[in-house]
């Protein structure tokens, strides 16, 4: 696996935690980019975009990726994701938090 891999992988993990950690599971692409850059992961709008496209495309999170305003919405599986209950190979698996 390349290191644009494990990044992106990482990326959809947080990505799919924040959600998790909100109210509603509901967040925007604005406040997630914000997120990213603080965790060490910046990325440009239009590669979250490609991102969150590709979360929604394996059934983690429903938004809009071609509105002018991207409201991402967790899925269950999302959810079951970032809490490490499920696996994907495309999405980094959480360590225990201490």
């Known amino acids: 696996m390349s290191y644009a891999e494990d990044v992106s992988r990482?990326?959809?993990l947080?990505?799919?935690?924040?959600?998790?950690?909100?109210p509603e599971y509901v967040s925007n692409a604005s406040i997630l980019q914000d997120v990213l850059a603080k965790l060490g992961?910046?990325?440009?709008?239009?590669a979250l975009v490609t991102e969150l496209a590709w979360l929604r495309e394996?059934?983690?999170v429903d938004?809009?990726?071609s509105a002018p305003f991207?409201?991402?919405t967790a899925c269950r599986r999302g959810v079951d994701l970032a809490r490490g209950l499920a696996t994907h190979?495309?999405?980094?698996?959480p360590r225990p938090r201490i």
């Not at 947080?14 to 909100?22: E, F, W």
Request: net charge positive; glycine share 6%.
């Open 10 to 12: 990482h990326r959809r």
């Open 14 to 22: 947080a990505v799919l935690r924040h959600l998790a950690d909100v």
């Open 41 to 46: 992961l910046p990325l440009s709008f239009d």
């Open 58 to 60: 394996q059934g983690f």
């Open 63 to 65: 938004c809009d990726p």
């Open 70 to 72: 991207i409201v991402v």
């Open 89 to 93: 190979p495309g999405v980094q698996r």
